[in-house]
């Protein structure tokens, strides 16, 4: 039995009772439904993931139909979600499971975590899930209760206190009831322990929490080491003709790899350069930033009109059909313009 009075227990009542339940995939036991869900999850909010989530099962229902899916297909439908490698460690693990586990997802977080794209945190939960394993998770917003709760102040841009955290987690972990502890934790970092404007009177852990006693709940987790930004420009080419448009497959490495994206140079200046030969005509459009987890991008579109019996550029890459081109992976930014 738990005891009733520890931080285990508290979480998981408080989950039954105002913890989240009406998500598509709460509840699920179906190991391909919930890495689906925890994938998605990642850096992106609930909100944004419910439309691709419902569209992703009823292009790929099962593990099988993403593996032997071509990956633009699969690029295609993340296309806006962000994060792109995660859509390709998902078809690569899926064809993973299909050759390795004889299409079965493996019953126990230490294997999922050999799976290709799948961390510790997201085995964790695939095992405490469907397979009720007490296995500790340690996603952002659980390091974000946990430390508040229990006062971790040590600085976790260092490995040695990252593995003491976890070694915390799994001593908290209840004897019964790890679905519902697992989950509560999980929506009391989503929905009330914030990170900039905790709703502490609404969490079950206020009475034992340190950070509260403390006064500063902001300050945790504590983590020095901040990601630099950087600033990088790139001209790109909105090539036209009739109602076509001139696409280039991205590198397998690096940003939006293997999306298909408008030819990139320096900047528009080069465009407007290089096409001084082509005929037809062309204009400098405004540009814009992209902002990325660690770059604010700035991309100049420069856009030409090619007549329609006028003989191709040398360029990588080749035509497609508005709508074919809006079918593809492209990154959001792209889409946005070329479909306005």
Excluded at 14 to 29: C, D, E, N, V
Excluded at 184 to 199: E, I
Excluded at 233 to 251: E, F, K, N, S, T
Aim: net charge positive.
């Amino acid at each position: 039995m738990n005891d009733p009075g520890s931080l285990a227990a508290q979480v998981i009542a408080w989950q039954r009772q105002h913890g989240r339940h009406a998500l598509p995939w709460h509840g699920s036991r179906d190991p391909y439904r919930v890495w689906l869900s925890e994938v998605m999850l990642q850096q992106t909010q609930v909100t944004t993931v419910l439309d691709y989530y419902a569209r992703f099962l009823a292009r790929f229902p099962e593990v099988g139909a993403l593996a032997a899916a071509p990956l633009d297909d699969v690029l295609a439908l993340w296309s806006g979600l962000g994060y792109y490698s995660r859509a390709r460690n998902l078809h690569r693990c899926a064809q993973a499971v299909m050759a390795d586990h004889g299409g079965r997802f493996p019953d126990s977080a230490a294997m999922l975590a050999t799976l290709p794209g799948i961390g510790r945190s997201t085995a964790a939960a695939i095992a405490a899930f469907c397979f009720g394993e007490r296995a500790a998770i340690l996603d952002g917003n659980v390091k974000r209760v946990l430390t508040r709760a229990i006062g971790f102040a040590d600085d976790l841009a260092e490995a040695r206190h990252e593995r003491a955290l976890w070694l915390q987690a799994e001593s908290l972990l209840p004897l019964q009831g790890v679905e519902a502890y697992t989950q509560g934790l999980m929506d009391l970092g989503a929905t009330v322990c914030l990170p900039r404007q905790p709703r502490c009177d609404a969490c079950p852990l206020q009475s034992r929490c340190v950070a509260l006693s403390e006064g500063r709940p902001q300050a945790y987790p504590v983590k020095t080491r901040k990601l630099k930004r950087s600033r990088r420009q790139h001209g790109i080419l909105w090539l036209q003709q009739g109602d076509r448009v001139w696409l280039a497959q991205r590198p397998d490495a690096g940003v939006w790899a293997g999306l298909w994206s408008l030819p990139e140079a320096a900047s528009a200046e080069d465009w407007a350069a290089l096409s001084d030969a082509w005929p037809g005509e062309g204009e400098a459009l405004a540009p814009f930033v992209h902002v990325l987890t660690h770059v604010d991008w700035t991309l100049e579109p420069y856009r030409w009109r090619l007549p329609e019996d006028a003989a191709l550029p040398a360029l990588p890459g080749r035509w497609f059909s508005l709508g074919a081109a809006l079918q593809m992976g492209l990154p959001a930014p792209i889409r946005k313009l070329i479909s306005r």
